[in-house]
């Protein structure tokens, strides 16, 4: 079945213990996405990979990082996670950007507490 | 900078009647545009996509869009209401590797 499979589902931590919401398709995509979620914001983009080793800053890239070193996995890394960062996590894959027929499929989502 | 604006939060509409979820884009080009729902606790499912071509495009459950160059707009239509249907629906843009989505809609369906 194809899917997009992230973990945790639900995460509690405290403020500045580094953490890592893993992120992996099994559908061969080019393309994966971080999205967060917050009530009255929608999704907002914070990291995407074209491909392997390519990755770039969406729109509040802030205190997160990631990494591309396999096409399949694309974790998420709160190096210092703050309470800020409570939020709705999801993770997306897209067939490609390079070809006309871009969609995402999307992970049933983590629900992080920065406490 | 690239935005994507539903501007209604929250819609109320009667099973059976028709509903019609607003999307304004403004980008520098046109962007893919899309339409997906969410039901509480879960993930984004797709209901339809338009990347050029005909300007209405047909999805899921029964969902259509109408793609307006001129509104810059992509509203979502369904002729009749089901209960299923509620849920938060959200619009977005995506161009050049870079995704935006509306705040979302949510969708309340009265019996």
């Known amino acids: 079945e194809a899917q997009v499979t992230q973990n945790p589902r639900y995460l509690i931590t405290v403020t500045g213990k580094k953490l890592t919401v893993t992120c992996s398709q099994n559908?061969?995509?080019?393309?994966m996405s971080w999205y967060r979620q917050d009530p009255g914001l929608g999704l907002r983009q914070i990291y995407y990979?074209?491909?392997?080793?390519?990755?770039d800053k969406g729109d509040v890239p802030e205190g997160y990082k990631v990494s591309r070193k396999e096409k399949r996995n694309f974790p998420l890394i709160l190096e210092s996670p703050s309470p800020n960062q409570t939020s709705l996590y999801f993770c997306a894959s897209s067939p490609s950007t390079a070809r006309m027929n871009t969609e995402a499929f999307f992970g049933q989502g983590t629900r992080l507490t920065v406490v | 900078a690239q935005s994507v604006t539903q501007p209604d939060i929250h819609i109320t509409v009667s099973e059976g009647a028709s509903l019609e979820l607003r999307c304004n884009y403004s980008y520098g080009a046109t962007p893919y545009l899309f339409w997906y729902v969410q039901s509480p606790g879960q993930g984004l499912q797709l209901l339809l996509k338009y990347f050029s071509g005909d300007t209405l495009v047909q999805g899921i459950k029964g969902f259509e869009a109408e793609f307006k160059r001129s509104q810059s707009s992509f509203n979502l239509r369904k002729p009749s209401v089901h209960w299923s249907d509620a849920a938060e629906y959200f619009c977005a843009g995506y161009y050049a590797g870079k995704s935006t989505f509306g705040d979302g809609t949510t969708l309340t369906v009265k019996p």
């Open positions: 559908m061969n995509h080019e393309y």
């Open positions: 990979s074209m491909n392997v080793e390519v990755t």
